[in-house]
């Protein structure tokens, strides 16, 4: 019987530890402060900005929110960030993806000063980027990375790419990353002991393409169809997994940010 992997079980963990830290730095006068940049309305955006918003208030973390609007001219993006990267009272900046066509997402993460980019996007951010952390301490629930054959479906700038960063340092025996361009996938994800599939593309991993008692993280719920998951040993549901240690790991870099500043400044 397929078992689930579930954020509770790492949360129940670390949430108390956070908490705790959170308390240290209040008590020191200092309130760990993460900026939401957010333009135009896309719905999704909306309902992931109101869950990183309830966490932190959970945590006595505060978060600012700039909602802008669609038509913003990039001048104008340009000119908030650098104000939110001067303020030391913000510890954390994220700017909330996908931006508006027009609005090219490199030039602005390029903007945040390393030490405040809580998101990890930039490559020499000293955080680890919070959906790739997630989706590793879930892998951690069911086994050890180490002499694992991975299959890493799609890679795209929050989940994939970080990947490529992190997992080498497990020592996997082997990591196949999947792209559109990857010939003849199913192949390749039949080699693997773990499938994490970030593709955004309903049901495109079936049973087809896995081997018995593989360990499937769906990191883009959705993307694993349902058939599949009787041939998993360990597999993530569609609610409870990798999006709240998205959040929490986001919220935990910023603490360590206001940390981080705090030592600076002594």
Known sequence: ??????????????????????????????????????????????????????KAISLGINTKLFHLKEEIEEKELKVLIEELAKNPEVHGIIIQLPLPVHLNPDRFIRLIPKEKDVDGLRQDSPYLPPAARGVI?????????????????????????????LLPTFSPKKVFYIDKKTKSPQKLTQQADIVISAT???????????KDEVILI??????????????ASFYTPRVGALGPLTIFFLLENTVKAAEDLFKENI
């Open 218 to 231: 769906d990191a883009a719920p959705g993307d694993i169809h349902p058939s599949a998951i009787q041939k």
């Open 1 to 54: 019987m397929p078992k689930e992997l579930l954020a509770s079980t790492i949360l129940n963990q670390k949430e108390p530890i956070l908490k705790s830290r959170v308390e240290l730095l209040l008590k020191k006068g200092i309130t760990p402060t993460l900026a939401i940049v957010w333009v135009g309305n896309n719905t999704s955006s909306e309902k992931f900005i109101r869950l990183k918003t309830n």
């Open 200 to 210: 955004g593309v309903k049901n495109l991993i079936d049973a087809s393409w896995l």
């Open 137 to 165: 301490e879930l892998i951690l629930q069911a086994t050890p990375i180490k002499e694992k054959t991975l299959a890493v479906v799609g890679q795209g700038r929050l989940i994939g790419e970080p990947l490529k960063r």
